[in-house]
């Protein structure tokens, strides 16, 4: 059963009589309310989708001990609950753009954390005792978004701290570069907390790039995956000397000669023999 809550954003509305709907198992809320405590007397909600301009706190999910999936949107919303269920998997944060801080997340989070268009947002500390988690998004540059709009002219970097992400040795982190032709806009902040890394792995998402300079200067990058993105020159990768792990473009000219597109270090070896050739 799914239930669809919409309040006028200027008039909040109230959440009493919801522990009713024991039988619940998707819940949306979009708009504005008054008190979401009411929230934590419905056993049985599996997905939770919270949204609207007004909010600006969510103290506690913990009395939600089925919820797997939380989907949280606002633009007012400072900080996320202090209080999680015990069985949460899936958080997706993508459009809080006044977050500053993530707080502690639970260790049970699995899959990825989608933190795209959170500009505000300053580390990613607490994700450190998520072990299970296998990837986590970021926007190589941040623009403001409004939900009931277009995208802002206002464009500003990310200079959060990503060194959380370096206590996860197997979480992809993935650079959205959703407005840059190349990584130019890189923070260069970025660039050395990921050097300093024992071991990281980055996947690039986008349409088009001109090259990957700057990932040449992280000696900890281990596994690279730009499958999902045009990259005119990939000669970088001739001097990325630790990498373990590639993903190419399975369309490029590289792949089809060497008839792969996922390659281990060997691969990588033959790859790195047919740029020096000037294949």
Known sequence: LTLRLHSHPNEPASLTGIERQKVVKNLHLYGSFDNLDPLNSLPSVISLGIGG??????????????????????????SLPTAWPNNLEVLDITYCAGLVS?????????????????PSLESLSGIEACTCLSEIKLSVRQAHMDISSEIKLSVRQAHMDISAAGKLPNLWITLLCWDTGDLS???????????????????????HLDNIEPLAKIRSLAALDISDVSVADISAILRMN??????INPASD???????????????????LLMMAGM
């Not at 630790?242 to 993903?247: I, K």
């Not at 008839?259 to 070896?269: C, D, L, Y």
């Open 53 to 78: 301009d007004r909010l600006t706190e969510i103290t506690s999910l913990s009395g939600l001990q089925s919820l797997r999936k939380v989907q949280i949107g606002s633009d007012s919303l400072k």
């Open 102 to 118: 993530l707080g502690r997340l639970p260790s049970t989070l699995q899959g990825t954390i989608d933190c795209v268009f959170c």
């Open 185 to 207: 806009s890189l923070p260069f902040g970025w660039v050395s907390q990921l050097a300093q890394m024992s071991s990281c792995k980055i996947r690039l998402k986008g349409q």
């Open 242 to 247: 630790n990498l373990e792990e590639l993903r």
């Open 254 to 272: 590289f792949s089809r000669k060497l008839g792969a597109w996922v390659m281990n270090k060997e691969s990588i070896g033959e790859l790195k």
